[in-house]
């Protein structure tokens, strides 16, 4: 009965390639969020998602798209990796400010 | 801008000892304040929250912290350190603009717990 659930945990992909990471949530939140945590551990919003609308979009490449099939999804599909994507990236949501996370998704570029 | 600060990257303590992480924040109206928890290998788990009210607040896990407005602090407290307490902690604030907020990070610091 996980809140918050991303697949896959982990990805190792070549440079150029097209990859998708998918978040659900369970939890009937409104808002949905991705974030960034890089080698130093420091934890970045990317895009945030209230409704299916697009909220918050931060200085991310547009290679990296975000789509909402419903207010539960909200997954990520980046365009022709590159080795700095090399991340953990986070999937969380909320309704109003407390946020809840899924278990990551360590995504490795070689 | 919003800001938060987590001044040590790196602290060990003894298990049973008592541990109090800090953390500072730049905000430019009332802060909602948040505590969460990275085990290794792991998602972020949340430890407490502040919103108003009263400044001492009580987590999970036996954690507390407490407010300080004056001080623009937020620092978590624990009286008794478990070696199942090592793991990363993040200070955020919510950077509550139009009717969501996002989380705005410090930068973690790192708990070491020896025996």
């Known amino acids: 009965d996980t809140a918050v659930s991303q697949t896959p945990k982990y990805l190792v992909t070549q440079m150029g390639n097209d990859k998708s990471i998918k978040c659900e949530q369970n939890l009937g939140h409104d808002t949905m969020y991705w974030y960034k945590q890089d080698s130093k551990k420091f934890l970045k919003i990317m895009f945030s998602y209230n409704n299916k609308e697009l909220i918050i979009n931060e200085t991310v490449p547009n290679r990296f798209s975000p789509k909402s099939p419903d207010k539960a999804h909200l997954n990520l599909h980046i365009n022709s990796l590159e080795l700095g994507d090399s991340a953990v990236y986070f999937c969380a949501s909320s309704q109003g400010v407390v946020a809840f996370f899924g278990q990551g998704t360590r995504l490795t570029v070689v | ?115």
């Open chain 2, 1 to 115: 801008a919003q800001s938060v600060t987590q001044p040590d990257i790196h602290i060990t303590v003894s298990e049973g000892a008592s541990l109090e992480l800090r953390c500072n924040y730049s905000y430019g109206a009332t802060p909602y304040l948040f505590w969460y928890v990275q085990s290794p290998g792991q998602g972020l788990q949340l430890l407490l929250k502040y919103f108003s009210g009263d400044t001492l607040v009580q987590g999970i896990k036996g954690f507390e912290a407490e407010f300080k407005r004056s001080q623009s602090s937020f620092n978590l407290r624990k009286p008794s350190v478990h070696w199942s307490d090592a793991a990363e902690y993040f200070c955020a604030v919510a950077d509550y603009g139009g009717s969501q907020g996002n989380l705005i990070f410090g930068k973690g610091t790192k708990l070491s717990v020896k025996p």
